[in-house]
Every structure is written in C-alpha cells, then in structure tokens.
C-alpha cells in the first residue's frame, strides 16, 4: 500500500495517508486567545486537511484532544459539538496536557478514513 | 469500506468500526473511588464495547492509558494483568494526565482488531 | 488478517502487526540522562522494533511524543531531526505528561506501515 504525504515539514507531515487510513499530526491554532477560539480555528485547519486528503469530517475515526487546562473542557466541547453537527461523531479521548508554546490552549489529532 | 459507530453520543462514539479495526474512545470508570476499582469498571466496559464491534480483549492491537497519579501504575497494571492473563498483551503507552472530571483517576483508550 | 506479536511482555508488547499495519508501544530509554540521549536511545529501539517487523522509518506513520518538561522540546526535536532526515516524516503529536518512571524524560510510540 502507497504512503502519501500532505503538508510535509522537516519534523512532521500534517498527514500521512496508508491505504484507506488517514493519520492527521496534532493541529493547534494559528490564532485566538480563547480555547474557543483556538478550537474553531484547529477544526477549520482539519477540515482543510481532510478534504485535501479526500475525506471530510464524516468519516473521522477517532480523535485525542489535548487541553493545557482540563477545566475548559466545556468550552472546547461546545465548539466541537457546533461542528460534529448531526454527524455520528469519530471515538474520542480528551486529556489535560502542557503543549509546545505556552499560548496553546489546545491541540487535536485524528485518524480518518478515505472512504 | 464502511464505517460503523456504537454507542453514539452528541460528542463521541464509543467504538467507530472501519475495515478490520475497531478504534474505543477514552473509557472511563462509571463508579469506583480507588485506581484498581476504576481500572476493573473500566476493562469491563471495554470487554462489552469490544464484544459488540465483534472483537473480544485477545484482538486487542494498542491501548493508551492515563493515569492522574502515574504513582498509581502498579495498582493499575495489577488489575490490567489480571484481565489480560495469559493472552500476548497489545502494545501500550501510559502516562500521567489530568482527566476530564475530577474523581477520574483512569481512562483507558485502545485499537482494536475485528479479525 | 492475522496478528502478530513481537518483544512480548506480561503487560504489553512492544510492537503488534495487523495486516499492512504496526502499532508500537510507547518507547521508554534504557540509559542516559539528558533529554537527547534518551531520545537517541529511544529511536535506536524504534529503528530495532521495525526492522523486527518487516518496517523501517520511512514507513512511519504516526508518532506521540510525551516529554515531561516540554520544555525540551527542541532538544527533543533536534535529536528527531538528525534521524529522520530527508525522509518524509510522520504525522506527529509532542505533549507534555509526567511517565511511569521519575527519571524517564520522553517516550514515544508510533504507527507504520509494513508494506
């Protein structure tokens, strides 16, 4: 099975597509100061993301949701819940974690299928 | 290849099946006030989530563990071995994190094979 | 699909292979005492465990990187750099978490391709 790479840096490819299985690198915000903020933008950049991959947010596997502050889970979940809409949403496991710069409040990562 | 969900919630669902793989949200304990109570609570659901996507504990492929405490490692690994027996264990990454609700002090998420 | 097991321990095993796709356990290091060194030591044993699978790093396709002072990050990073080269690299995430033993200071699992 061929490996494609998208969005290819020196440490890290945003995603990495094998067979019909999308691995999406951990996304954090380009902006905001608010999780909400911050999460909005994160799911704009997978929604990005999957679509140049071939797939979209109806066919996430599974997500890891890291918070710099466990207590904004809330915050966070109303935003994603915005977006997962009426979909059947992928299995999902959230975490308190400190991330790379200090500003990150969050950072997701998800697995999806292409068809 | 189809994707099929189980134990949909607005936000997550518990088990997403596609293809061969099976991908289990972050499960935590539905009661329990010590690690060891928690772990067990949780290794149960995971054997029902498992048994529903057609799966059972000796497919399982990976597991992420959390712990609030890593301190508490050995009292969960107690009852980990215990539930695991003499099955070959999947591989398996533990570390510490604050969970979503305070009296959490486990949650446990895997990926797991259908056949 | 069959799955296969390599480096099996009571509690886990270091690698498990379904179909075209290998999960790796979180890699802890076997010495050293700076963030770099352990980091060296880790990727020596991914290097190891996917040779023993039938892989290699350029067939990485995801990686969870856990430091517990994220503060190493580019210490961290640089070490990952220098091994992964002019590869195409994975899909990654960095976070910080506190690990099972006080002096490990980063562990990190992966997913890769066999084929």
Redesign the interface.
């Known amino acids: ?1 061929a ?1 494609a ?1 998208y969005g ?9 597509v ?4 999308a ?4 996304h954090i915000a380009r902006g905001g100061t608010t999780v909400a903020e911050q999460t909005t933008d994160i799911l704009e950049q997978i929604d990005e993301q999957l679509a140049e991959v071939g797939s979209d947010r109806s ?1 996430l ?2 997500a ?1 949701i ?1 918070l710099t502050d ?1 207590g904004t ?1 809330s915050e966070m ?1 109303e935003v ?2 915005g977006w ?1 809409g009426e979909l ?13 710069v200090p500003n990150l409040l969050v ?1 997701i ?1 998800a ?1 999806a ?1 292409i ?1």
């Open positions: 099975m490996i790479r290819v840096k020196s440490h890290l490819s945003l995603a990495v094998h067979g019909n299985t691995y999406l690198s951990g066919k596997l599974s890891n890291w466990i889970f979940n994603w819940l997962i059947d949403p992928p299995a999902r496991a959230t975490v308190e974690a400190n991330l790379a950072e990562s697995v299928a068809d």
